[in-house]
């Protein structure tokens, strides 16, 4: 028999109630508690599970086998890791004790990723306790999500090519209130800094201005070399890769939230009225280019300087089927091709992480949305994350096609203070991976 949502929301309390922070202000034992607590359930649920050490908080590593022993293997993960609280006085309600208000149970980890993992195990124990599990189920869980560790994807690609014909994440959500989704690819990211250097001194502009190079001039000219066109593309030679959406795409982009909504709510001004008719290929499938900051002596103080030296935060989003370091090295040729005699330039790269993208056509995605809407009678977007998941793009690399879906709702307020889940949400999601898994068995 399967449990009662109110005896599911209990049990997902107890997990809530661990404080497994990883972002600094939690404690190794807390961590290793909710690791526990995720391998006890496993095993409650007829499986079998260990707690593999790493360098950070162990992985949670589990087996469930399907209900005739045989059948497509699935990957499933989540975090038991948490954010911190801080600020804790925003609270309504202490973060780690679990209070139901407004048909919402408020906790810190009750949407991520906590309360969305747990509906996915609930609805995998919910199918092996009746006999009805027709996947063979391999879990893992790690303790370092929220602060980018790197053990879990390490473990992925230790995983033998083939291992898995499936992998499935609840650590997203639906798009809007009654409006599921599944996110079939995640963008890459590549941070760094471009200096420019004019000279060895700042000069006196009454005495050079109009005859000396301006560093901040040349920087602010190769910034918009980098800036997009009207038609948001980059230039061409940072376009290579980037397959155009499908037509399955295209169609779900119509049927999201107003681009003009999303951005007020998000209190900030469109880039240009084409940006906002074409907003969801720009977000989420094409790759992009911002200057995150821009450092030339202080703005604050009143001189009359030719500045020889200027520095700028810069940042892409990658779509999949791009290079990373084929694209950084694209943009460096561009600019030292752009630059004027005179100007030197230096690149620092920050971070880089490669973005993911599945055809939205595979068997996988298209069962696991025909699944969701069938079992909910709510729409399923298949959409893309604008954001750089590096677990999301191990999967991929390793050639497990991957459904990124869950149950969370995009004001649940994660990694803030009076995080919830509503508790409707949480039995859809249950709803969502008993439908996905079974679907899977047809694989
Ligand atoms: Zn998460």
Redesign the pocket.
């Known amino acids: 028999m399967s449990r009662t949502t109110d005896e599911l929301i209990e049990e997902l309390s107890d997990f809530l109630r661990i404080p497994s922070i990883s972002s600094g202000d939690g404690t190794a034992e807390d961590l290793a508690a909710a690791a526990t607590w995720v391998h006890d359930r496993i095993v409650a649920a007829g499986g079998t599970a260990e707690l593999v050490p790493t360098e950070v908080n162990p992985l949670v590593v589990g087996e469930l086998p399907s209900s005739t022993g045989t059948g497509p293997r699935v990957l499933l993960y989540g975090?038991y890791d948490v954010q911190t609280v801080a600020p804790l006085a925003d609270w309504t309600t202490p973060p780690f004790e679990p209070t139901i208000r407004d048909g919402a149970l408020y906790a810190r980890g009750a949407s991520?990723?906590k309360g969305?993992f747990h509906a996915l195990l609930a609805g995998a124990a919910g199918l092996a306790a009746e006999g009805a599990l027709p996947v063979q189920l391999t879990i893992v869980l790690d303790g370092e999500?929220?602060v980018g560790g790197h053990s879990v994807i390490d473990w992925i690609e230790q995983q033998p090519a083939g291992a898995y014909d499936a992998a499935l994440v609840f650590?997203a959500g639906f798009v809007a209130p009654g409006h599921a989704a599944i996110e079939a690819g995640v963008r890459g990211v590549i941070t760094g800094t471009l200096t420019v250097r004019t000279g060895e001194r700042d000069a006196h502009s009454g005495l050079y201005g109009g005859g000396a190079l301006n560093a901040a001039h040349v920087l602010s000219r190769l910034i918009s070399e980098l800036e997009p066109g009207p038609d948001g593309r980059l230039h061409e030679s940072l376009m290579v890769g980037v397959a155009p959406a499908s037509p399955v795409e295209e169609a779900v982009w119509a049927t999201l939230p107003d681009p003009a909504d999303e951005l007020a709510i998000a209190g900030i001004a469109p880039r240009s009225p084409e940006a906002l008719t074409d907003y969801y290929r720009r977000t989420t499938a094409m790759p992009t280019f911002d200057v995150n900051a821009i450092t030339c002596r202080d703005a604050g103080a009143n001189r009359t300087i030719v500045p020889c030296e200027a520095t700028a935060a810069i940042s892409f989003r990658l779509v999949g089927g791009q290079n990373a370091p084929a694209f950084w090295q694209a943009v460096q040729e561009l600019l030292r091709s752009r630059a004027p005699a005179g100007a030197d330039l230096e690149f620092s790269v920050r971070g880089m992480a490669e973005g993911a993208a599945f055809d939205p056509e595979l068997p996988v995605i298209r069962l696991a949305r025909e699944a969701i809407e069938s079992a909910t009678g709510l729409p399923c977007a298949v959409t893309r994350s604008g954001g750089a998941i590096p677990l999301v793009t191990a999967l991929a690399q390793q050639g497990v096609p991957t459904v990124l879906s869950g149950c969370a709702l995009p004001n649940d307020r994660?990694h803030a203070p009076d995080e919830h889940l509503r508790i409707d949400q949480y039995a859809l999601g249950v709803q969502m991976a008993r439908a996905i898994l079974t679907a899977f068995g047809r694989l």
Do not use: F, L, S, V
């Open positions: 975090h991520d990723d969305n999500e929220e650590d994660i």
